[in-house]
């Protein structure tokens, strides 16, 4: 028996095989896990029919996180499914393309500012609370990712810091108003890792080798090391731990520069 027997874990963002998300699933699924996901749009309906199917998974819900209307539907069905639920693992974010590239002034504008702190920051929140009356009884765990740029400048990732970094602020507040109910809020900082998501940001290839070189472990992460943090902090075994940030990015955010 893993150590997430018992629980049911709802998993938003799956989009490939590719994605964290789906590491997270896979390690999920090893440890025990009962699992739920969504998928945004009808174009990835099929390939997350087929992830859930190798997890033993049926439940594969609609969900755009930009619609108050889309998030009741998706746990009205999922409520057909599960009356109650142990884990929420949000794997969410988005910026227009073109936002991501060049300086930070001149990418920056007010349309792609908002779909940024929607889609990457406010859907948590969103989520959380349309989770809340399936979690509540059940000493629940709330999970979302995030990125060093939420506390540092990093190059071409431009407004996704500041969206991160009201995700990472959200974790906080969601945590000291869910933990009197037993229910845990926090976020895996991860490495860069060769996701689809990533290869939006202009430069992502230097990246990766910037943090190989400087890394106290001297490599980049995988995509399993962040799946196997998630199911810990998602555990029991991580029952005293929550409002955190836990960095999994072979400690470069440790590192000063290189010398």
């Given at each position: 028996m893993g150590f997430l027997s018992g629980k049911r874990a709802l998993i938003v963002g799956v989009a490939s095989k590719r994605s964290i998300a789906w590491a997270i699933a896979e390690s999920f699924a090893?440890?025990?896990?009962?699992?739920?996901?969504?998928?945004?749009?009808?174009?990835?309906?099929?390939?997350?029919?087929e992830i859930a199917e190798q997890t033993d998974s049926n439940i594969n819900i609609e969900l755009d996180v930009t619609s108050d209307e889309s998030i009741e539907n998706c746990f009205a069905e999922l409520k057909n499914h599960w009356d109650e639920?142990?884990?929420?693992?949000?794997s969410v974010g988005f910026a227009p393309r073109e936002a991501l590239a060049g300086r930070f002034l001149e990418a920056t504008d007010r349309e792609s500012w908002s779909i940024a702190q929607d889609i990457s920051a406010y859907s948590l929140t969103a989520l959380s609370r349309a989770a809340y009356p399936f979690m509540k009884e059940r000493q629940g765990s709330v999970l979302t990712l995030s990125y060093l740029g939420a506390v540092r400048s990093v190059k071409n990732y431009n407004l996704m810091g500041p969206a991160k970094?009201?995700?990472?602020?959200?974790?906080?507040?969601?945590a000291a108003d869910l933990g009197g109910e037993g229910i845990r809020v926090n976020a895996i900082s991860a490495g860069p890792i060769k996701t689809l998501a990533a290869s939006g940001v202009a430069g992502f290839r230097e990246m990766l080798n910037g943090y190989a070189e400087m890394a106290p472990l001297k490599r980049n992460i995988t995509a399993a090391e962040v799946g196997n943090a998630s199911a810990f902090l998602c555990s029991d075994l991580a029952s005293g731990i929550t409002g955190q940030v836990l960095y999994v990015d072979a400690g470069f955010n440790i590192t000063g520069f290189a010398g």
């Open positions: 090893e440890q025990g896990a009962e699992l739920a996901f969504t998928y945004q749009n009808e174009k990835l309906k099929s390939r997350v029919d639920f142990d884990i929420l693992v949000h970094a009201a995700l990472e602020s959200s974790v906080r507040f969601l």
